[in-house]
């Protein structure tokens, strides 16, 4: 939405990096003051109100939606859901023979290792 007002959030003014007056201007140790933070508060309300309102847009949006489309939006997302849990399951049972097969790896390496060890042993 546009700011018909052309004042705008304070932030959206050039030159003005805290919404209230630019520049260090004032004496040392007041930069923390903010001569239009009336200003800033309002234009941080505004803000506010606007994405108040977009969520409220969502919402009725979403409502006429499901109104109008409810069963075939939720077969098309049962559609979707299966196909992703599908997917979880076979990545999972890859993902337990990829495992399997790296302790068999292992245990053959242990095997190698004691094979030599043995070895080892003889010679003493």
């Known amino acids: 939405?546009?700011?018909?007002?052309?004042d705008g959030p304070p932030e959206s003014r050039p030159g003005d990096r805290r919404g209230g007056c630019s520049g260090n201007d004032g004496p040392p140790g007041t930069d923390f003051?903010?001569?239009?933070?009336?200003?800033?508060?309002?234009?941080?309300?505004?803000?506010?109100?606007?994405?108040?309102f977009r969520e409220l847009v969502k919402d009725a949006i979403k409502a006429r939606l499901k109104e109008r489309?409810?069963?075939?939006?939720?077969?098309?997302?049962?559609?979707?859901a299966?196909?992703?849990?599908?997917?979880?399951?076979?990545?999972?049972a890859i993902e337990?023979?990829?495992?399997?097969?790296?302790?068999?790896?292992?245990?053959?390496?242990d095997a190698i290792r004691r094979v030599f060890a043995?070895?080892?042993e003889e010679k003493r």
């Open 33 to 52: 003051l903010d001569l239009e933070i009336s200003q800033v508060l309002y234009g941080e309300a505004a803000g506010v109100a606007r994405d108040a």
């Open 1 to 6: 939405m546009q700011d018909r007002h052309g």
């Open 69 to 80: 489309l409810g069963s075939r939006i939720e077969a098309l997302a049962k559609i979707a």
């Open 118 to 120: 043995r070895g080892d």
């Open 96 to 109: 337990a023979l990829v495992n399997g097969r790296k302790q068999a790896r292992r245990e053959r390496e």
């Open 82 to 92: 299966d196909e992703l849990a599908d997917d979880v399951e076979t990545n999972l």
